[in-house]
């Protein structure tokens, strides 16, 4: 089945770029996604790529997607305290159901 | 953007009780609607995949009797999880999506079993 990888922890300093990498076995993905969950809450999404682009920027936020490595990353500029959080990549095969499958999640540790 | 609410956010029963969590899309007609799980630390697992008017599709080693889905509307998808006990605590997330589009994820409810 699918399998997604990611490192488990991941610790910079205030204002630093942290680079929070991925890598996943599904060649048929569609939709690759990074989501941050904080203590005690839900999946908020922060951004997705299609499997077609290699590169999305989103004001701090930048996705690089080596299709041909099946390697995905999201490089946060500026780093700030809120960041600290987990970061989920996920990616969505072509399937009928379309099934997401999660890595492990990134703990990113942001120091002041 | 395409918002997916979840309720309730936290519930707390006792052993025994058979719990219903909601899932609602509420800006959109979502053709499918997927539960996850997660425990503490760990990732969201899958556990099953509905479309609407169909029956669930369950991951393997997920209780079907155990863990009842039903998707009546396009904007609506319930998890009922039955007799339940402590070791079903953990925490519930649904998403919805439309046909080729990403998933929109609700907040969780976190489930607790005393």
């Known amino acids: 089945g699918e399998d997604v990888e990611q490192s488990l922890f991941l610790s910079v300093r205030e204002g630093d770029s942290s680079v929070i990498n991925c890598t996943y076995t599904?060649?048929?993905?569609?939709?690759l996604y990074w989501y941050k969950q904080e203590p005690g809450a839900g999946l908020q999404l922060l951004t997705y790529?299609?499997?077609?682009?290699d590169m999305k920027q989103d004001q701090r936020l930048t996705v690089l997607l080596n299709k041909k490595d099946k390697h995905l990353s999201l490089r946060i500029a500026d780093t700030q305290t809120g960041d600290s959080a987990i970061y989920f990549c996920a990616e969505q095969n072509s399937g009928g159901y379309q099934k997401v499958t999660f890595g492990t999640g990134t703990k990113l540790q942001v120091i002041p | 953007g395409a918002v997916v609410s979840q309720h309730p956010s936290w519930v707390i029963c006792k052993s025994g009780t058979s719990v219903k969590i909601e899932c609602r899309s509420l800006?959109?007609?979502?053709?499918?609607m997927f539960w996850y799980r997660q425990f503490p630390k760990q990732s969201l697992m899958l556990m099953a995949t509905s479309n609407e008017g169909s029956k669930a599709t369950y991951e393997q080693g997920v209780e079907k009797d155990k863990f009842l889905i039903n998707h009546a509307s396009l904007t609506l998808s319930t998890l009922t999880v039955t007799s339940a006990h402590p070791e079903d605590s953990s925490f519930y997330i649904c998403?919805?999506?439309?046909?080729?589009?990403?998933?929109?994820f609700g907040d969780g409810t976190r489930l607790s079993i005393l």
């Open positions: 599904d060649s048929s993905s569609t939709y």
């Open positions: 998403s919805a999506a439309k046909s080729n589009q990403p998933q929109h």
């Open positions: 800006d959109f007609q979502a053709t499918t």
């Open positions: 790529i299609f499997s077609n682009m």
